[in-house]
């Protein structure tokens, strides 16, 4: 059986039993909150329950190494929706120590890029185009750097309302520990 089909039958089972109901909630976050974090496995459940987060209780944001790379990307056009549109009124930029994108370098990536079949017309197509991918691939150095970084990202975006703390923090993907990096209350 596939992976999908397997979804999809435990999908089919789990409305026609109604579980969907004890996850009933609005669209407005709880605790006023959006929550930029990694993708990383680890943290699927341990974030929300180190922090006392239920369903409902936030807006989350997930991307590699919880990173605004970009000022007017998707993940900051996010932010801005939930803090706008969705009742959010603070901000938690959350990374992790352990993390995949701390030392990443391009050329492993590019390498395995290639071997799976994109080619160096590709690259040249790219790089042609303005795109420098190794630049657009390098991960970060030091998790705490890379965590005052996006703060100050979403801190000082333009279309940032004044008064929005923007908080942020590093969790131990092994216990839970949140170490705060930056305390957007005093900022």
Not at 84 to 98: G, K, N, T
Not at 153 to 158: A, Q, S
């Amino acid at each position: 059986m596939t992976l999908l089909k397997e979804i999809l039958n435990y999908n089919q089972e789990f409305v026609e039993s109604r579980e969907y109901e004890k996850y009933e909630t609005t669209k407005f976050p709880n605790k006023r909150m959006v929550i930029l974090t990694c993708m990383d496995t680890r943290l699927l459940e341990l974030l929300p329950k180190a922090m006392n987060l239920g369903n409902g209780d936030v807006k989350t944001i997930k991307n590699a190494g919880a990173l605004v790379s970009h000022p007017f990307g998707s993940i900051m056009r996010s932010i801005l929706i939930a803090v706008y549109q969705l009742q959010a009124e603070e901000v938690f930029v959350i990374a992790h120590h352990d993390c995949g994108m701390s030392g990443l370098k391009a050329d492993p990536v590019i390498d395995s890029m290639k071997s799976r079949g994109v080619t160096d017309e590709t690259f040249d197509t790219l790089n042609y185009s303005g795109i420098d991918i190794k630049k657009w691939l390098h991960g970060f150095d030091n998790v705490n750097q890379s965590v005052e970084h996006s703060v100050g990202v979403i801190k000082n975006h333009p279309l940032m309302p004044d008064g929005v703390p923007v908080h942020g923090l590093v969790i131990d993907p092994k216990t839970g520990r949140l170490d705060l990096v930056v305390d957007g209350y005093n900022d």
